[in-house]
């Protein structure tokens, strides 16, 4: 999905929903209108996942190698420029001057971004964003909670955002023809690599829990949430005990 038609109608709903910073909603609320069809794109999406990514018996359920570290570090490397765009939209120029630098420093030294010399060497980790976070920034209510086929869990907000990003990706205007191409399979590439490396926390909610999908929205809302509330109050020192596992 390159391009987006749309944007006047997003923007038409972001101004309506504004208030004045971030709207962070009430951690135990829960707001499922859909919950009907939204059980019926998780039993797809944990289908699909059963097909092709879920550990066979014997197998462990995490693969952290070289190939998943490096495919994963490829692909995150190629969502920097975005992050950096998101950061500037919501007026935070700390955050998108350092994933600047990281960009440039693993783009070069670190050969495209398979290798990691910006948070290594130069002690400059990811600081990760996108524009859901950005709507949250600018007002815009979080809605009810969506399930998205293959991308899984999310928030009407965080939907409209998942779209805005991948519309206006700086990588995809910059690149064209098989380069272009080639940058989307990579990103591709590195969500597949990021699921095998966390494969158990995954595995753990899909499988072991008794209601995979209610226990998939309870810690997906309490991670979001989470999120946005330590960026409101700046509280660097509370600790996520649903931190995003694909987060880096």
């Known amino acids: 999905m390159r391009k987006i038609s749309g944007i006047g ?5 972001v101004l309506a929903g504004c208030g004045g910073g971030p709207q962070v ?6 707001n499922d209108p859909y919950e009907a069809q939204n059980r019926q794109v998780h039993a797809f999406n944990k289908g ?9 018996e014997g197998q462990p359920r995490s693969r952290d190698t070289v190939l998943t570290r ?3 570090n490829a692909g995150s490397n190629l969502g920097l420029p975005g992050k950096v765009v998101n950061s500037l939209l919501q007026g935070r120029p700390e955050p998108a001057i350092k994933n600047s630098f990281r960009f440039v420093i693993n783009t070069t030294l ?12 130069f002690s400059l980790p990811e600081t990760d ?4 976070e950005t709507l949250a920034v600018w007002g815009a209510k979080e809605g009810p909670f969506m399930e998205l086929p293959f991308f899984g869990p999310s928030t009407e907000r965080d939907a409209f955002g998942r779209v805005v990003d991948m519309a206006m990706n700086p990588v995809g205007k910059v690149l064209s023809g098989n380069d272009a191409t080639a940058a989307t399979v990579l990103q591709f590439g590195g969500k597949i690599a990021k699921r095998k490396r966390f494969g158990e926390t995954v595995e753990s909610v899909y499988y072991d829990s008794a209601d995979s999908y209610a226990q998939e929205r ?5 991670m979001r949430r989470h999120q ?20 880096q």
Request: net charge negative.
């Open 70 to 72: 490096t495919v994963g």
């Open 9 to 13: 109608l997003v923007a038409a709903l």
């Open 48 to 56: 699909f996942d059963r097909m092709f990514f879920k550990a066979r």
């Open 110 to 121: 670190g050969i495209g971004g398979i290798f990691d010399p910006a948070g290594s060497s």
């Open 25 to 30: 909603q009430d951690r135990d609320a829960i």
């Open 218 to 222: 309870l810690l997906y809302l309490q």
């Open 129 to 132: 964003t996108d524009f859901g």
């Open 228 to 247: 946005l509330a330590d960026e409101e109050t700046n509280d660097e020192e509370a600790w996520d005990p649903y931190e995003d596992p694909y987060a």
